[in-house]
């Protein structure tokens, strides 16, 4: 397995986490021995350079070890960005081949549309003529699964959503909604200014709570946030948990360019909060307007802050938004998802030792 494992001592992005998590599920199968090439690098007061060499140093131990004749391996998962798709997949899957191993990627997070489109011409071709044709491609929504799905060979492009374990939450909860909570990165693209500006239009008693660390140079010193809106930069004691658990509804109004399917949104709705969202990307894929939540135009604060109001109107809309939330999220905790991989995983072992899936192969 490749990939990047989470330190301690570090933010813990969402790539991570994915990984931690699908690590943590193939160490447990006593079907499959596993052996871990760690891509973490640090970045926390390190120049682009040295970030840069840091990298290549890495995937040069990485080529090496899959290469080295005396390395034991029957298969390579490779849980990479899209970006780092782009600049090392070739790499990984021309590796793979010379040592004729099965390769399977998983692709986290919904840009790989975007940064295939704006990658030059060379580095696209190598994506579409090498790196795409790995055995197996796990992508994170089914839109990116239509546009890289292959015509040749429908199997090898198959659907591999976020996945999280939120605790769930067996408690009364209030027939009202009343506490509205944004959790995520603190900058404009996720929808800050909108949720801000909609919250001053609640009613008494009513009030939206942002959770998450400033990003990318934005914050909120000098953003009139009202009388009905607060500001967290850190989780409370209890964390992520408890934050959920004292509020009753996600606002996500996102437009960040590269969204792909918010891992904040599956921990929400297993915790039992219905979602304000947008129709944003593939944020639709997992928000069904009615169902599970609300979906709003991207960029409107006049329309959140109606959605807003008609939650807390409608007591029981929140209630059975509330209970499609909790079926949602369910359906996304990966103890549904994790057989699937090591079914996959076999599945590919197999069919190199195949004859004649090897001939088939050759002759491509």
């Not at 973490?40 to 970030?51: D, F, H, I, K």
């Not at 949104?265 to 969202?277: R, Y």
């Not at 197999?350 to 002759?363: H, V």
Request: hydrophobic letters at 40%; one cysteine or more.
């Amino acid at each position: 397995m490749i990939g990047p494992v989470p330190a301690d001592e570090e933010f813990v992005s969402g790539i991570q986490l994915s990984f931690a998590s699908m690590l943590e599920a193939l160490l447990r199968e006593p079907s499959l021995e596993v052996v871990v090439h760690d891509l973490s690098v640090t970045r926390e007061g390190r120049s682009p350079l040295r970030q840069s060499i840091d990298e290549a140093r890495v995937f040069a131990s990485l080529v090496g070890r899959i290469t080295t004749p005396w390395s034991r391996f029957d298969a390579v998962l490779f849980n990479t960005s899209a970006g780092g798709l782009l600049r090392s997949g070739g790499i990984v899957r021309s590796a793979c081949k010379a040592r004729g191993v099965p390769l399977m990627v998983r692709v986290f997070g919904g840009d790989l549309d975007l940064l295939a489109d704006e990658a030059s011409e060379r580095t696209r071709q190598t994506f579409e003529r090498s790196t795409l044709m790995a055995d197996r491609v796990l992508l994170q929504t089914h839109s990116l699964c239509e546009r890289f799905k292959s015509s040749d060979d429908c199997r090898r492009v198959r659907w591999w959503p976020t996945t999280r374990n939120a605790t769930r939450f067996n408690g009364a909860r209030p027939d009202q909604a009343r506490r509205f909570l944004y959790l995520g990165p603190i900058r404009p693209e996720k929808g800050i200014l909108e949720a801000v500006e909609a919250s001053k239009r609640l009613p008494d008693g009513a009030s939206l709570t942002l959770v998450g660390p400033h990003h990318g140079g934005f914050t909120m010193d000098g953003v009139d946030l009202g009388d009905r809106c607060q500001f967290l930069e850190a989780p409370p004691e209890g964390g992520v948990e408890e934050v959920l658990r004292n509020h009753d509804v996600l606002v996500f109004p996102s437009y960040h360019k590269r969204e792909g399917m918010p891992g904040v949104i599956l921990e929400a709705m297993q915790s039992g909060l219905p979602v304000i969202s947008t129709r944003w990307r593939a944020i639709p894929e997992l928000v069904e307007d009615g169902d599970n939540g609300v979906l709003v135009a991207p960029r409107c604060p006049n329309g959140l802050g109606a959605a807003m109001r008609r939650l807390i109107e409608t007591p029981t809309l929140f209630r059975r938004l509330r209970e499609g939330a909790r079926i949602t999220g369910e359906r996304f905790r990966s103890v549904h998802w994790e057989p699937k991989l090591v079914r996959w995983i076999h599945e590919l072992v197999e069919e190199r030792s195949s004859p004649m899936q090897g001939d088939r192969r050759s002759a491509s």
